[in-house]
T-cell receptor, first 113, second 112 residues
Framework: EPEVTQTPSHQVTQMGQEVILRCVPISNHLYFYWYRQILGQKVEFLVSFYNNEISEKSEIFDDQFSVERPDGSNFTLKIRSTKLEDSAMYFC???????????FGEGSWLTVV | GQNIDQPTEMTATEGAIVQINCTYQTSGFNGLFWYQQHAGEAPTFLSYNVLDGLEEKGRFSSFLSRSKGYSYLLLKELQMKDSASYLCAFLKAPGNTGKLIFGQGTTLQVKP
């Protein structure tokens, strides 16, 4: 079964450092998303991306965050200057376009120290 | 506004049936999802309802009533591996923005 893959699975970074989380969505999918889940809390929508631009973003997705699809396969989330409260599991997800099943990657666990 | 509620915890016995309820309020609705999430892992898709009624998939069934803002996930013949968190989420319209609004999740513990 095709799957969304994410790297790294776990990253520890110092506060103020830049972090890039990478995702390879399912190959024939057209819509891409980032969600996050702080430990013990609910999954939260960050941003959706379609046709090489952001289609919607949440209030969490401030100027410190950016997304990019640098080539035909990767989809990245960049956090410019990490804060302690950015520590969370970050999930990439994708949607084919027909149908509404959104598939999640295994997640990247970010720890900011 | 928008809101989604589900019980925090439930316990059931192996082999039994359990129903996990979810209520939601939203101004734009494009379907209701159920995901299973084991600790430290990604949500795994279980079901999707966009029309009223029951959708059955093996041991799992999901029901939706849009007029009542209500859904439930029914798990039959419970197995120990079903111990996990079950996430209810609705999809905000328009659906292709992929904005899923999740509930807190219901932690289900299956006991022998």
């Amino acid at each position: 079964e095709p799957e969304v893959t994410q790297t790294p699975s776990h990253q520890v970074t110092q506060m103020g450092q830049e972090v890039i989380l990478r995702c390879v969505p399912i190959s024939n999918h057209l819509y891409f998303y980032w969600y996050r889940q702080i430990l013990g809390q609910k999954v939260e929508f960050l941003v959706s991306f379609y046709n090489n631009e952001i289609s919607e973003k949440s209030e969490i997705f401030d100027d410190q965050f950016s997304v990019e699809r640098p080539d035909g396969s990767n989809f990245t989330l960049k956090i410019r200057s990490t804060k302690l409260e950015d520590s969370a599991m970050y999930f990439c997800a994708s949607l084919q376009g027909s149908g509404n099943t959104i598939y999640f990657g295994e997640g990247s666990w970010l720890t900011v120290v | 506004g928008q809101n989604i509620d589900q019980p925090t915890e439930m316990t059931a016995t192996e082999g039994a049936i359990v129903q996990i309820n979810c209520t939601y309020q939203t101004s734009g609705f494009n379907g209701l999802f159920w995901y299973q999430q084991h600790a430290g892992e990604a949500p795994t898709f279980l079901s999707y309802n966009v029309l009223d009624g029951l959708e059955e998939k093996g041991r799992f069934s999901s029901f939706l009533s849009r007029s009542k803002g209500y859904s439930y996930l029914l798990l039959k013949e419970l197995q120990m591996k079903d111990s996990a968190s079950y996430l209810c989420a609705f999809l905000k319209a328009p659906g292709n923005t992929g904005k899923l609004i999740f509930g807190q999740g219901t932690t289900l513990q299956v006991k022998p």
